[in-house]
């Protein structure tokens, strides 16, 4: 019997990565093959991100540029999942005829059947290949949907890793409770719901004799984990379970919330030793009024104070944030408290991103009225001011030897190596360029730092 050749797009964050792999693993499961040209796909399935317009404008040039391999190659169905399809389901549906099946959050196992699939011979379920995504195009506008969903993945989901196989990530909940005037996430991805510990135990054990050496806890808010299940310190509880799977090296955090950070879950960061050190706190402001706006709570000096405390127990630890620049209301005198803080704050990683209106969110009922040029400009200014700080920070690591996760070839030379510190997560952060010495891919060796190379850092092997 045929066997139908599938190719996979996946776009926007590692949460959504996690429901692609789902879908895969379901694809897998009924005996599809994984392929990386387009043109050779019998099936295509593009996840969407349906978080900002610009997300929504590169997932919908996508869906257009797969729907062209109907006229030119041999692909006879498209299906578009994911965040986009929940948010604006009845909207895609007319606009996109050329999509034959959608597929909502809450619909992910539906994937072989919306896929035409025929049953054929089994594939590894593991090391799945992605296609790459277009380019950007028009999004959709309107807000027809179908409501927040409600789906929770458990250990016995199918679920094949589209990340190398040393490394995967673990989604311990799913949706969340905040009112961050910017964010419609809640609206489609649901409430906060947290898996059970033993569940996400089990899938991490699982992950670890399968070969995965590093996992990354993801959620909307990973430091508010197991509050809805009545447990008090749930994070710190979590971090105590998986510290215990001896296959483990790396356990990395994502995605921390100030307001839910508590004392014991930053000593437990520190004291546990495959905790690595690196602290993800999106803090997207530091002025108290644009904070205030943006229905966050606190301010730079509350946030410094933070900052310290995670410094206290974890002094060679890497911080990363990300800031919101052009919010509405936001004066040169409060972006300027942002510069400020940023330079005080001297955070290892940043990412910034300009203000768009959002449907469905309060912020949306209040005239954006920064400037398109002035947001840019602003974002250029803060990523120059980190530039340097980043900088500075590589800087006083030359000459360090540290453990590095080792990813494989340099994609532009087989010259080079490349790996990962502790302090650095896959794909958002610099990375470690080895130009002397061999290393297996997936394997973790001692790095002499020699020099810096804007936001990565070379070195030597010196030892396993």
Same mark, same amino acid.
């Given at each position: 019997?045929?066997?139908?050749?599938?190719?996979?797009?996946?776009?926007?964050?590692?949460?959504?990565?996690?429901?692609?792999?789902?879908?895969?693993?379901?694809?897998?499961?009924?005996?599809?093959?994984?392929?990386?040209?387009?043109?050779?796909?019998?099936?295509?399935?593009?996840?969407?991100?349906?978080?900002?317009?610009?997300?929504?404008?590169?997932?919908?040039?996508?869906?257009?540029?797969?729907?062209?391999?109907?006229?030119?190659?041999?692909?006879?169905?498209?299906?578009?999942?994911?965040?986009?399809?929940?948010?604006?389901?009845?909207?895609?549906?007319?606009?996109?005829?050329?999509?034959?099946?959608?597929?909502?959050?809450?619909?992910?196992?539906?994937?072989?059947?919306?896929?035409?699939?025929?049953?054929?011979?089994?594939?590894?379920?593991?090391?799945?290949?992605?296609?790459?995504?277009?380019?950007?195009?028009?999004?959709?506008?309107?807000?027809?949907?179908?409501?927040?969903?409600?789906?929770?993945?458990?250990?016995?989901?199918?679920?094949?890793?589209?990340?190398?196989?040393?490394?995967?990530?673990?989604?311990?909940?799913?949706?969340?409770?905040?009112?961050?005037?910017?964010?419609?996430?809640?609206?489609?991805?649901?409430?906060?719901?947290?898996?059970?510990?033993?569940?996400?135990?089990? $899938? &991490? +054990?699982?992950?670890?004799?399968?070969?995965? /050496?590093?996992?990354? @806890?993801?959620?909307?808010?990973? *430091? %508010?984990?197991?509050?809805?299940?009545?447990?008090?310190?749930?994070?710190?509880?979590?971090?105590?379970?998986?510290?215990?799977?001896?296959?483990?090296?790396?356990?990395?955090?994502?995605?921390?919330?100030?307001?839910?950070?508590?004392?014991?879950?930053?000593?437990?960061?520190?004291?546990?030793?495959?905790?690595?050190?690196?602290?993800?706190?999106?803090?997207?402001?530091?002025?108290?009024?644009?904070?205030?706006?943006?229905?966050?709570?606190?301010?730079?000096?509350?946030?410094?104070?933070?900052?310290?405390?995670?410094?206290?127990?974890?002094?060679?630890?890497?911080?990363?944030?990300?800031?919101?620049?052009?919010?509405?209301?936001?004066?040169?005198?409060?972006? $300027? &408290? +942002?510069?400020?803080?940023?330079?005080?704050? /001297?955070?290892?990683? @940043?990412?910034?991103?300009?203000? *768009? %209106?959002?449907?469905?969110?309060?912020?949306?009922?209040?005239?954006?009225?920064?400037?398109?040029?002035?947001?840019?400009?602003?974002?250029?200014?803060?990523?120059?001011?980190?530039?340097?700080?980043?900088?500075?920070?590589?800087?006083?690591?030359?000459?360090?030897?540290?453990?590095?996760?080792?990813?494989?070839?340099?994609?532009?030379?087989?010259?080079?190596?490349?790996?990962?510190?502790?302090?650095?997560?896959?794909?958002?952060?610099?990375?470690?360029?080895?130009?002397?010495?061999?290393?297996?891919?997936?394997?973790?060796?001692?790095?002499?730092?020699?020099?810096?190379?804007?936001?990565?850092?070379?070195?030597?092997?010196?030892?396993?």
């Amino acid at each position: 019997m045929k066997t139908t050749k599938v190719g996979v797009i996946s776009l926007g964050c590692a949460k959504n990565l996690v429901d692609s792999e789902v879908m895969l693993g379901h694809l897998g499961r009924a005996g599809c093959r994984f392929v990386q040209d387009p043109a050779e796909a019998d099936v295509i399935l593009v996840n969407t991100c349906g978080f900002i317009e610009a997300a929504r404008e590169e997932s919908v040039e996508t869906i257009l540029e797969a729907a062209e391999l109907k006229k030119t190659g041999r692909l006879r169905r498209l299906v578009v999942a994911g965040c986009m399809v929940q948010r604006y389901a009845e909207e895609l549906k007319k606009t996109l005829p050329e999509v034959d099946a959608f597929i909502g959050l809450d619909q992910l196992d539906r994937i072989v059947e919306s896929a035409g699939v025929e049953a054929g011979d089994a594939v590894p379920a593991s090391d799945l290949p992605l296609l790459q995504p277009g380019a950007r195009a028009a999004g959709p506008t309107a807000t027809a949907a179908w409501g927040p969903s409600t789906y929770l993945y458990d250990e016995h989901t199918p679920r094949s890793l589209a990340t190398p196989a040393w490394t995967a990530y673990v989604k311990i909940a799913e949706g969340c409770d905040h009112t961050c005037a910017f964010c419609a996430i809640p609206s489609f991805r649901g409430s906060f719901r947290s898996r059970d510990t033993a569940s996400i135990h089990a $899938e &991490a +054990l699982a992950l670890s004799e399968r070969g995965v /050496r590093e996992i990354s @806890l993801i959620a909307q808010d990973s *430091s %508010h984990y197991g509050r809805d299940l009545g447990m008090t310190e749930g994070l710190a509880a979590l971090l105590a379970e998986l510290n215990g799977i001896d296959a483990l090296r790396w356990i990395r955090l994502h995605y921390l919330y100030p307001n839910t950070i508590t004392p014991m879950l930053i000593e437990t960061m520190a004291a546990l030793p495959r905790v690595v050190d690196y602290v993800d706190l999106p803090l997207q402001h530091a002025h108290p009024d644009t904070l205030k706006r943006m229905r966050r709570g606190g301010s730079g000096e509350s946030h410094l104070k933070l900052l310290e405390r995670f410094r206290a127990v974890m002094p060679d630890g890497a911080l990363r944030s990300t800031f919101i620049v052009g919010f509405p209301g936001e004066t040169d005198d409060e972006f $300027e &408290a +942002l510069l400020d803080f940023v330079a005080a704050a /001297r955070f290892d990683h @940043l990412g910034v991103f300009t203000y *768009s %209106h959002e449907e469905s969110t309060p912020a949306c009922a209040v005239p954006d009225d920064v400037p398109p040029e002035v947001k840019e400009r602003r974002r250029e200014r803060l990523m120059e001011l980190q530039r340097g700080i980043a900088t500075e920070a590589n800087e006083r690591r030359v000459g360090r030897t540290v453990e590095v996760l080792v990813e494989g070839a340099h994609p532009e030379t087989e010259h080079l190596l490349v790996g990962r510190t502790r302090g650095q997560a896959l794909d958002v952060d610099g990375q470690v360029l080895i130009n002397d010495g061999t290393a297996e891919p997936g394997s973790f060796v001692r790095v002499e730092l020699t020099e810096t190379a804007g936001y990565d850092l070379v070195g030597r092997v010196v030892g396993a």
